[in-house]
């Protein structure tokens, strides 16, 4: 993960700086710092607010500013995947809930199976997937 950051980080500096090391003016520091500060303030946020919760009829993910609720009723598939995708998930080991028609969300909950058994509760028919820990 830190990766994304560095790189988020220093594509400004590079762009600013236009590849002249120590001409940072008054000019170039302002939209430099901006720029330096939204990213780490966006991911900082992703990290410190991330949270699913399985409430009454609903599934409801908060993840920095992404705010998603879910009818549980509507989840048909929880599959476990590894998948890479951006997400409002902070591992790569992740569920991916299939619901509605077409619609698809990726979490990562510390306790799976917490999760899970809190899902099948509410909607017993749900189809498990790649799901061996939890059986």
Do not use: W
């Not at 992703?46 to 409801?60: A, K, P």
């Not at 299939?98 to 749900?126: C, M, T, W």
């Amino acid at each position: 993960m830190a990766l994304p950051i560095v790189a988020v980080a220093a594509a400004p500096v590079v762009i600013v700086m236009k590849g002249k090391p120590g001409q940072v003016t008054g000019a170039t520091f302002i939209p430099l710092a901006i720029s330096l500060v939204v990213p780490i303030g966006i991911f900082a946020s992703m990290f410190s607010s991330t949270v699913y919760v399985v409430s009454g009829n609903d599934l409801r993910i908060k993840c920095g500013p992404i705010k998603l609720v879910v009818p549980i009723d509507s989840i048909s598939r929880i599959r476990g995947c590894r998948n890479p995708a951006s997400a409002p998930a902070l591992s790569l080991s992740r569920l991916e809930i299939h619901y509605g028609r077409f619609n698809e969300v990726l979490i990562s909950p510390k306790d799976r199976q917490a999760f899970l058994r809190a899902i099948v509760a509410r909607v017993p028919n749900v189809v498990l997937e790649n799901l061996d820990e939890y059986r």
